[in-house]
């Protein structure tokens, strides 16, 4: 099955993450990482790394399926802990202390990876990782750091879930009002206008 290339509208990693699979309310959930090689092609399109990491990490896991195969469960199992913490945010509830220390373990494995080069710009520091280029579980370190820094970086109130029937797509508001509701206008918010002239339409 070949990867289903998907719009980035989350506003940061770990939520466009979250949204690697949508209808968590429906019986069928739609899922978009059925293997290893799909949430490496996820990781590029979101730009956590390129083609030339990629390759090594796609090649290490046809070498070692069965390690490839529990690296994609670990994902998963970060994808839908970090899903579950914003939607309680967005409600203004506490985190599931089991969620949050799935997230933690995924944190404190990434931290010790990360390390301090020198910037492009003269003077500047910036952050880096160090693990080895075919560690499976590379990608799981920016995208646990990035649902780290938006949890505790002043913007949490503004994460927001689909306003959509089915659809539980998370997205940071950056608009100035906060008047955003839909993950996509094109999508679920041109639905929502379709069914609203609908209902008006049978109503007269």
Same mark, same amino acid.
């Given at each position: 099955m070949?990867?289903?290339a998907m719009e980035l509208v989350g506003g940061r990693p770990a939520l466009d993450f979250t949204? /690697? /699979?949508?209808? *968590? *309310? /429906?019986p069928t959930p739609h899922e978009r990482l059925h293997a290893y090689s799909d @949430?490496? &092609?996820w990781c590029v399109g979101a730009g956590l790394f390129g083609p030339t990491e990629a390759g090594r990490l796609v090649a290490e896991a046809g070498r070692r399926p069965e390690a490839a195969r529990a690296a994609l469960e670990r %994902? @998963? %199992?970060l994808r839908e802990a970090i899903y579950g913490i914003f939607v309680a945010a967005s409600a203004g509830a506490a985190p599931d202390p089991a969620r949050l220390e799935t997230l933690n373990a995924v944190l404190a494995e990434g931290m010790a990876r990360r390390r301090l080069c020198p910037s492009?710009?003269?003077g500047g520091c910036c952050w880096t990782w160090t693990g080895e280029p075919d560690d499976l579980d590379w990608m799981l370190w920016p995208l646990a750091w990035s649902a780290? &820094?938006?949890l505790t970086g002043g913007e949490l109130d503004r994460v927001k879930s689909c306003g959509g029937e089915t659809c539980d797509w998370l997205f940071l508001d950056v608009s100035k009002n906060r008047s955003r509701r839909w993950c996509d206008m094109r999508y679920c918010g041109n639905q929502a206008k379709a069914r609203r002239h609908y209902h008006r339409s049978r109503g007269s």
């Amino acid at each position: 099955m070949a990867f289903e290339a998907m719009e980035l509208v989350g506003g940061r990693p770990a939520l466009d993450f979250t949204n /690697t /699979t949508s209808g *968590r *309310r /429906t019986p069928t959930p739609h899922e978009r990482l059925h293997a290893y090689s799909d @949430l490496v &092609e996820w990781c590029v399109g979101a730009g956590l790394f390129g083609p030339t990491e990629a390759g090594r990490l796609v090649a290490e896991a046809g070498r070692r399926p069965e390690a490839a195969r529990a690296a994609l469960e670990r %994902a @998963l %199992a970060l994808r839908e802990a970090i899903y579950g913490i914003f939607v309680a945010a967005s409600a203004g509830a506490a985190p599931d202390p089991a969620r949050l220390e799935t997230l933690n373990a995924v944190l404190a494995e990434g931290m010790a990876r990360r390390r301090l080069c020198p910037s492009p710009s003269a003077g500047g520091c910036c952050w880096t990782w160090t693990g080895e280029p075919d560690d499976l579980d590379w990608m799981l370190w920016p995208l646990a750091w990035s649902a780290a &820094e938006l949890l505790t970086g002043g913007e949490l109130d503004r994460v927001k879930s689909c306003g959509g029937e089915t659809c539980d797509w998370l997205f940071l508001d950056v608009s100035k009002n906060r008047s955003r509701r839909w993950c996509d206008m094109r999508y679920c918010g041109n639905q929502a206008k379709a069914r609203r002239h609908y209902h008006r339409s049978r109503g007269s």
